[in-house]
């Protein structure tokens, strides 16, 4: 069944978009399979679940987390990840530049963006993101390659729409800043009730979890 899943979303997806295998919850055999079918990067939100499934694993995939990162897991998140897709704060920025710096590695990260505006949501909000991207570029372990946003959830993925819109408008308003260090490449939105919906408005980078492996 999940090899089926990933295989038809590959087949689906145009070229130059990316899939994450969104895996909370799920099993290494799990995520063994939807590797073996062709899935090449895994999105995890949870430390205990990243490190559990990494450790059997390992690099014969890319690992994305894509979670409320707090800093104080963010010494091991980075050995273990390939992408960070959640940075939302400059504590943030600064701890993942100190821990990266000291094993060596640049990590690339995505800035969460609020783009519904929820208070109880984290993210950056959109009137916020150009001087949080000036404010953390001296930050050189670290290098911001895009955007990341959730959205609203909506069961109509059409009441979506105009927050992946916002996003991507953000996304080249930032692009067109030519700020030195950073290289705006991915759009990272959308999730299975909303991906088709996020690539039109833009995305190239979907998170799906559900589609792949069925239902939570
Ligand atoms: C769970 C999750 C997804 C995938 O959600 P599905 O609806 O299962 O596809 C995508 N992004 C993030 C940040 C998630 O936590």
Known sequence: MIKENVRLILNELKEGVELVAAAKTRTANEILEAIDAGVKIIGENYFQELRDVYDIIGNKVKWHFIGHLQTNKVKYVVEMCDMVETLDSIRLAAELDKRCRKIGKVMPVLIEINSGKEEQK????????????????????????????????????????????????????????????????YLSMGMTNSYKVAIEEGSNMVRIGTKIFGAR
Request: charged letters at 25%; glycine letters at 8%.
């Open 122 to 185: 984290s993210g950056v909000l959109p009137a916020n993101a150009i001087s949080f991207i000036r404010n953390i570029v001296k930050y050189t372990s670290i290098k911001v390659m895009g955007l990341m946003t959730m959205g609203p959830l909506f069961g109509d993925p059409e009441n979506a729409r105009p927050y992946f819109r916002k996003t991507k408008t953000l996304f080249e308003q930032i692009s067109d800043e030519k700020i030195p260090g950073i290289e705006m490449k």
